[in-house]
């Protein structure tokens, strides 16, 4: 059978009734699973049958809508997690404990940076932050004998940075580590980074995959592409027997297209939890099934408003990659030909208040910490998520103090164009 679109993945992917049974996904409500027999529950405790026993490990639900995402990806397994954050500690974690180095686009999620910079510095875990514009030399310069991977956002939030995959993918591939992308904010609708040479895909499903600001949630999918054992020294975690299940070798009893996501669920799922909700699940599995419909909108939208902001001269610059003017817009087109996302970022002339002037009279559009849902919203960095920081910090983060960041949502453009447009006229 030939390969399925990806809008046909996002409607039917992962989970296929059988004669008379659910057409939706059902929501299996349950924390435990019955067996006849010990000796039945024994063999899935020590991997030697698939199944389920407790849902903090695995449940169905849960599983189904990771498969549609996994095959929306193209990759070999994935899993869902409780939150995003959860999905970027335990993907990097799974191959990067105590004394190991992680290399990271300094252009990543602000919690995703706290992770690798604060708490997980706190584990033994050393993090070097690269521009993602730098140089390949640059790049080379941050590996160290002990880089277990590199990390990047494919649209940086709130940045909006377009990540090169590729020149990101050659660097890491060369130094024999793989290459992780949080890829929330282009959705695999508009890129799919294992097509592009990345190693591991983690999502916020929180963000356009849920899209209706309903569950919090995250996945990882393993695209099964990079061979472990050929850098065995490096990743013993699963290149050498673990003695919490008999002394199984994951890299030799799950090969490459199971390995990672097999040793992620049995050791950090077991051990952490962040399990999410089998309800969580099917909500998500809702937000999913209209994501390649709605993603397209939020693109639309958000291009006809930054088209808007533009050419308006109370606005001092504009930063939104399907702009023809804007940095990235030919690495956007290159891996988003189709469109990006929904978040625009934007600068108000009168700096600081000006801007919260703005804000504070919009009508349609909720000042709101959030982004990617079907109702637009917009923040002021520097009066809320950066709010400790002075106006040269701000400027050193690529946060100037007159930033807005705007959220399109669903509505129809011109009316958030006029909502816009009568707050503007409220500055002087
Ligand atoms: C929101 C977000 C996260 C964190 O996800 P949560 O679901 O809020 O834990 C990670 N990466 C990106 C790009 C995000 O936008």
Redesign the pocket.
Known sequence: MSERSIETKCVQGGYTPGNGEPRQIPIIQSTTFKYDTSEDMGKLFDLEASGYFYSRLQNPTCDSVAAKICEMEGGTAAMLLS???AA?FFATFNICENGGHIVSSSAI?G??YNLFAVTMKKMGITCTFVDPDCTEEELDAAFTPDTKLVFG?TIA?PALKVLDIEKFAKAAHSHGVPLII?N??ATPVHCRPIEWGADIVTH?T??YMDGHGAA???CIVDSGKFDWMKYADKYPGLCTPDDSYHGITYAEKFGLEGAYITKATAQLMRDLGSTPAPQSAFILNLGLESLHVRIKRHYENALAVARYLENNDKISWVSFSGLESDKYYSLAKKYMPDGTCGVISFGVKGGRKAAEQVMKSLKLIAIETH?ADARSCCLHPANSTHRQMTEEELIAAGIPSDLIRLSCGLENSADLIADIEQALNTID
């Open positions: 939150s995003g954050q970027s999620y919690g995703t956002e939030n949080d929330t904010f916020s929180t963000k919090v949630g995250g982004v």
